[in-house]
């Protein structure tokens, strides 16, 4: 057995065991060796931004000097990587072994000696930490947790167009109500979902760049002649390409109330996309929709004739665990003792696990949708078997007519216990005390036509 199977089959969490193939991009962005990168990454620009401003390190990077150390984050790859951790086994410390790590490299690149000691000059780890955790967040929402969602909009809006005149019985409170559409029903969640992605896009996210406790204190003992806030500013926005903004007064480490609103969001839209779920399970339960077979599967291991609807229950579960996590971060990250206490950051690295179980969800939702077939004939059926519903139009255009107590007619009508057919609404309009005009406009109301009005322009390819 090959050692990435022996390691998945024995792994603690299904990200990293079942489900690992799956995840791999979010991995790319919250495993232990992107975090390290990305700090390399944060440490290696800083030298370079602080060469502009002090003049014995610009002398540093004379000539090919400065491509050659930003090369060593290009680079990066697993054995640096684990070569950090190496490190680390000693110092037991995260951010002190990157330094190390990087003094090294400087030694085999022989650098100059005087640019040395201003590997990670003046900063505390959390002024690395919070500028490379964001910015890995910052650039997975927007190219994989951002475009997996506009996948899944892109999805509904199709199946929206695709049965935009499909007439489908509503149902409220569970009961039977005024028909509406199926394309219609895709539509809204194609509306609520991008409601949440724009929200998703407007979060703003930023780093905490200020030295120990937030103050340059180091920085301008060292050098009282520098503009450190404005230093600071410009190399968050440069290290980052402009996807991340420097917090202006912080304690050590970042307040953490942006990342809190971008949990916020996504649990949001996790929210929305459950319950698409659960209507699309429903709509399989109730025989709209059938399903896809593919060969070789198997719905019960007792039952033959099982084909269960797991994509939307699976996806239904992994948002149950994603938004407990977001909620969590939410909450717990922006309350911090006095000027910092540690909770946060055994607390922050769990932060891949909700969005790899959101990156979970959307895909098994994607799945469930893309193996949904429309049943019209069980719909319309359904329809035909609920003549009731009609009772609200023919009460309203009544009411328009000013027929005495038209809603309690209705309501006498369709509450007896009794099945209501087209029948019996024929014999109702036949009844009414209203002109042969009037009567034509009641019997052309039908469970199939009263469906209301939906423009499914927006929606058409």
Known sequence: MADDDT????????????YAGRVSKIRD??????LIKARVRVEVEYL??????IPALGDVFEGDNLTRWRAVAATFGPEDAQRVKTIEATTNHDVKAVEYYLKEQW???KLPPVGREYIHFGLTSQDVNHTAQPLLLAECARDVLIPRYTDLITALKERAWRWRDVAMLARTHGQSASPTRVGKEFAVFASRLQACVDQLQACSHSAKFGGATGGFNAHSVAFPSVDWPSFGDAFVKSVSQGLLSRQKHTTQIEHYDGLAAFCHALCRANTVMLDLCRDCWQYVSLAYFTQKLKAGEV??????HKVNPIDFENSE???GVANAALLHLAAKLPVSRLQRDLSDSTVLRTLGVPLGHSFLAIGACLRGLGKLELNTTRIADDLESNWAVVAEGIQTVLRREAYPNPYEALKQLTRTGKPIDASAIADFV????????????????????????????EFAP
Do not use: C, W
């Not at 089959?9 to 065991?17: K, N, Q, S």
């Open 7 to 18: 390691a998945a089959l024995y792994a603690l969490t299904p990200l990293d065991g079942r």
């Open 29 to 34: 962005y919250f495993s232990e060796a992107a």
């Open 48 to 53: 370079a931004s602080l060469s502009q401003v």
């Open 107 to 109: 030694d085999a690149l």
């Open 299 to 304: 719905g019960s291991s007792a039952m033959p």
């Open 317 to 319: 579960g992994n948002v």
């Open 430 to 457: 036949s009844g009414l005390d209203v002109s042969e005009a009037v009567k034509a406009e009641l019997r052309a109301i039908t469970p199939h036509s009263y469906v209301g009005v939906f423009d499914a322009s």
